[in-house]
Structure formats: structure tokens, C-alpha cells
């Protein structure tokens, strides 16, 4: 089982319309949460960061955390087509020097006009 | 937030040749690291950059097909060595800055013909 895990899409919404991205992980020693997002041809850009269980909100982005069942999420809300991007989940042990950060494929997300 | 530039762009390069890319930061960062991006995969640590010593290289990657420099704390180069078309790829430069937040240049996309 791979470290973690998360659906490459592509995922196709109508504008305004509410999206649900999500990856799974093995490491239950994992403290830190984040997720990216990478428009073509640019690189990873940090979006959201959370430690440890619970929800996190910035504007219409809200990041939450599950640790029992080993499973983050993404919401957008009111999506536009300029939240078109690959969404990157990435997590890590601690912040020290030898606490690697392990990425997602990501998810191509396509918000329809 | 630091922004990080990285140069060239793209490249297109002949089999067995070589290509150094190079990576600048606009403030001084604790950590520089330099990944590799296929398609369909996740973000992949090629290794650690230390100033002014040898580069901590993950499992799979060595210094003689992948030298790193950095020579200060804010530059660092990544050579890609006796290339072959398996090493066509984004590169990616990533910086982390006191906050411990880790930020991305814009990459590097490599075709070896």
C-alpha cells in the first residue's frame, strides 16, 4: 500500500458548484497536512496547512482532517473556473530535517463555465 | 514568502549530454531541495542541498548522475548527468523558510530525445 493515495481525475464540476477532493494514508505517524495546488505548467503552490485532526478554513477553501480514519479532504465552495488545477495532498511527521514530505499524484480539477 | 526562480525554463537536450539547472531564492531559506515530477506521478524527493557540502541524495538517486551545488543559502544547481529519455521530467526547486513553510519554483521541463 502505497503511502499515500489520492484519485488523479480528472474531476469535472459545474461553476459554483461545491468540490470534494480527498486522499487516503497509511502512516498513522503523520502530524502535518497539506494541500497544494499546481496550474500547468507552474509549480506547487501551498493553498492550506493544518497538524493534526480538525478543520481549517481560508475564503472559500476548507481543509479537514480525519486521523482515526487516516483521510483529509478539500472543499471548495462557490468554485470557479480559475480553481482549474492539479490539487497536490502532501503530509509529514514533524518539521524537522529528516521529517520528509510525502506528496499525492494530485487531482486534475477541470470547474466547468 | 520566499520566490523562487528556477533557469531554464525548458529543454530539449540530445541523449547523453548534460544539463545543469539552477535555482535562486529572493531570501535566505533553512532548506533547499530539489524534486522530480513525472507525469501521472507524485513529486519525487531527489535530495537534500547543503550548503557547503554534499547533497543528501534519497534512495535511488546519486551524485554522479544528479550533482548538486549550493554554494550559499540562497542558490543552489541541480546538473542532470549522461542524460537518456527516462530522465525527461519537471524538476522542481523547493525552498523552506523560517516558518517552515515549503515553497516551489516554477520547474524545469527536461525532454531528452
Known amino acids: 500500500q502505497k503511502e499515500v493515495e489520492q484519485d488523479p481525475g480528472p474531476l469535472s464540476v459545474p461553476e459554483g458548484a461545491i468540490v470534494s477532493l480527498n486522499c487516503t494514508y497509511s502512516?498513522?505517524?503523520?502530524?502535518?497536512f497539506m494541500w497544494y495546488r499546481q496550474y500547468s505548467r507552474k509549480g506547487p503552490e501551498l493553498l492550506m496547512y493544518?497538524?493534526?485532526?480538525g478543520n481549517k478554513e481560508d475564503g472559500r477553501f476548507t481543509a479537514q482532517v480525519d486521523k482515526s480514519s487516516k483521510y483529509i479532504s478539500l472543499f471548495i465552495r462557490d468554485s470557479q473556473p480559475s480553481d482549474s488545477a492539479t490539487y497536490l495532498c502532501a503530509m509529514s511527521r514533524g518539521v524537522d530535517r529528516d521529517d520528509k514530505i510525502i506528496f499525492g499524484k494530485g487531482t486534475r480539477l477541470h470547474i466547468l463555465p | 514568502s520566499a520566490v523562487i526562480s528556477q533557469k531554464p525554463s525548458r529543454d530539449i537536450c540530445q541523449r547523453g549530454t548534460s544539463l545543469t539547472i539552477q535555482c535562486q531564492v529572493d531570501?535566505?531559506?533553512?532548506?533547499m531541495f530539489w524534486y522530480r515530477q513525472q507525469p501521472g506521478q507524485s513529486l519525487t524527493l531527489i535530495a537534500t542541498a547543503n550548503q557547503g557540502s554534499e547533497a543528501t541524495y534519497e534512495s535511488g538517486f546519486v551524485i554522479d548522475k544528479f550533482p548538486i551545488s549550493r554554494p550559499n543559502l540562497t542558490f543552489s544547481t541541480l546538473t542532470v548527468s549522461n542524460m537518456s529519455p527516462e530522465d525527461s521530467s519537471i524538476y522542481l526547486c523547493?525552498?523552506?523558510?523560517?516558518?517552515?513553510?515549503?515553497?516551489f519554483g516554477p520547474g524545469t521541463r527536461l525532454t531528452v530525445l
Open positions: 502512516n498513522s505517524a503523520f502530524q502535518y
Open positions: 493544518t497538524y493534526s485532526s
Open positions: 523547493s525552498g523552506v523558510g523560517a516558518t517552515d513553510t515549503q515553497y
Open positions: 531570501s535566505q531559506v533553512t532548506m
